[in-house]
T-cell receptor
Framework: GENVEQHPSTLSVQEGDSAVIKCTYSDSASNYFPWYKQELGKGPQLIID?????GEKKDQRIAVTLNKTAKHFSLHITETQPEDSAVYFC????????????FGDGTTLTVKP | DTAVSQTPKYLVTQMGNDKSIKCEQNLGHDTMYWYKQDSKKFLKIMFS???????INETVPNRFSPKSPDKAHLNLHINSLELGDSAVYFCASSLGGGNEQFFGPGTRLTVL
């Protein structure tokens, strides 16, 4: 089955700095890679996703890159703000009706003002 | 309008009891999920249903029994609760594999 590894498990940055979280996956059939943000006391919420036919996607301060050959993808947050502090999860899945999303173990990001 | 709702939000109970958590989605999705998030924040899938049929059952003890009366609802019944069942349980829904999952607010289960 799919195995997703996520690093680092914790990340602390100063406000305004960039943050990078990396994930690797094992199943070459995986073709959908979402990133979720979980704020304290809430359920995870999608912030950006990428499909295997694209190498990079950007949405304002957030970007995701995908290297299919190396089987890794990364989340980049620029100009971090205190409200970016949360737990971030990467996931990998296959686009079928029964497709299961396998989540990474999460990264706790702290942005210090 | 709440997209995915769960009840109750908090559940405190004694070992050995039986309890249920209810989930409803109003997004018209075909696929629903149950996840368990432990104290280390690890998010692990337990079950997945597609059009009321069980698709994924991830090595979950048979004390856990999901039930999907219709596409909009996926309930989780837990028999003979154990201390290790203490966690936050999230329900989610999506259009199927390869699509965004919408998570509920979670149910924090504490077994004493």
């Amino acid at each position: 089955g799919e195995n997703v590894e996520q690093h680092p498990s914790t990340l602390s940055v100063q406000e305004g700095d960039s943050a990078v979280i990396k994930c690797t996956y094992s199943d070459s059939a995986s073709n959908y890679f979402p990133w979720y943000k979980q704020e304290l006391g809430k359920g995870p919420q999608l912030i950006i996703d990428i499909r295997s036919n694209v190498g990079e996607k950007k949405d304002q301060r957030i970007a995701v890159t995908l290297n299919k050959t190396a089987k890794h993808f990364s989340l980049h947050i620029t100009e971090t703000q205190p409200e970016d502090s949360a737990v971030y999860f990467c996931a990998a899945s296959i686009s079928t009706n029964a497709g299961k999303s396998t989540f990474g173990d999460g990264t706790t990001l702290t942005v210090k003002p | 309008d709440t997209a995915v709702s769960q009840t109750p939000k908090y559940l405190v109970t004694q070992m050995g009891n039986d309890k249920s958590i209810k989930c409803e989605q109003n997004l018209g999705h075909d696929t629903m999920y149950w996840y368990k998030q432990d104290s280390k924040k690890f998010l692990k899938i337990m079950f997945s249903y597609n059009n009321k049929e069980l698709i994924i059952n991830e090595t979950v003890p048979n004390r856990f029994s999901p039930k999907s009366p219709d596409k909009a609802h996926l309930n989780l019944h837990i028999n003979s609760l154990e201390l290790g069942d203490s966690a936050v349980y999230f329900c989610a829904s999506s259009l199927g594999g390869g699509n965004e999952q919408f998570f509920g607010p979670g149910t924090r289960l504490t077994v004493l």
